[in-house]
């Protein structure tokens, strides 16, 4: 059993993050309806998780391929869309192309190809993201904007599946204004690819919990939020 005040401080931080999310949409000029909030349940357990989809919280990220398996079996009965938010092994896609709404770490075209056979043979129609290393450190996955400009026809060749738009994280120590940069960057390669290539790509899944109102400005449309929403629980 979870503690009652465990719960009531989720139900809080949900409503805070809903809030500023929506100020930032605000603030930026653009309609709240905008940004969704993707809830990282990757530091908690299942009990856990359970409260924040209770809180309202029902698009859930989780960055481990084997996670996502086991809450989204364990959370089977909740009315929940998966989100995976890390990187994906082609042996680990056929069960993520049956669990998930959404995958948002496309980081090659072999791994795309994978997970379009997978959407065929299941009948699938997951959201898909291409990931965007924009901030150039070595440890992070994805296609610098340079490349994905140029492996995009490779990507829009792959038949089964549809890319709706782009996804990327800021660099680890960037300033606030250095991060905003990054996110512009990320959407002027999206309006590049668009106007090239005549394909709609609406989503930019960008920013986490240090970094949401940058992104928001910039224009995201989905932000994928943890520790944000478990503080004051992760440290007891
Ligand atoms: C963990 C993680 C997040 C959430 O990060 P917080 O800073 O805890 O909000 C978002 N996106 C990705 C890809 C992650 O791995």
């Known amino acids: 059993m979870l503690k009652d005040s465990i719960r009531h401080q989720i139900v809080e931080n949900w409503r805070i993050v809903c809030d ?20 990282v349940s990757k530091y908690v ?38 989100h995976l938010i890390g990187s994906l092994q082609r042996n680990k896609a056929k069960r993520i192309v049956e669990l998930a709404y959404a995958i948002h770490s ?11 056979d997978y959407a065929i043979q299941l009948n ?34 792959i038949r089964g599946v549809e890319v709706t738009g ?6 680890l120590n960037a300033t606030s204004s250095e991060t905003r940069r990054q996110f512009a960057i990320v959407r002027e390669t999206r309006d590049t690819l668009v106007a090239k290539h005549k394909c709609p790509l609406p989503e930019l899944s960008m920013g986490m919990s240090g970094d949401y109102a940058e992104a928001v400005s910039e224009g995201a449309t989905m932000v ?11 440290t007891k």
């Not at 782009?166 to 660099?171: H, I, N, P, Q, V």
């Open 20 to 39: 500023e999310v929506a100020s930032a949409a605000r603030a930026a000029g653009r309609s709240t309806s905008d940004v969704r909030v993707i809830g």
């Open 45 to 82: 357990d299942v009990d856990t998780t359970r409260c924040l989809v209770e809180a309202g919280c029902t698009e859930l990220g989780e960055s481990r391929p084997q996670s996502l398996v086991q809450k989204a079996a364990e959370l089977a009965t909740e009315k929940v869309r998966w």
């Open 106 to 116: 496309i980081d090659s075209v072999k791994l795309l190809q994978a997970v379009a």
């Open 124 to 157: 699938r129609n997951p959201v898909l993201l291409v990931e965007v290393n924009v901030s150039g450190e070595v440890d992070k996955h994805g296609f610098n904007p340079t490349e994905l400009l140029e492996v995009w026809p490779q990507i829009m060749a």
């Open 166 to 171: 782009l996804m990327a994280m800021s660099g």
């Open 224 to 234: 994928r939020i943890g520790s944000r929403l478990f503080e004051g629980l992760l």
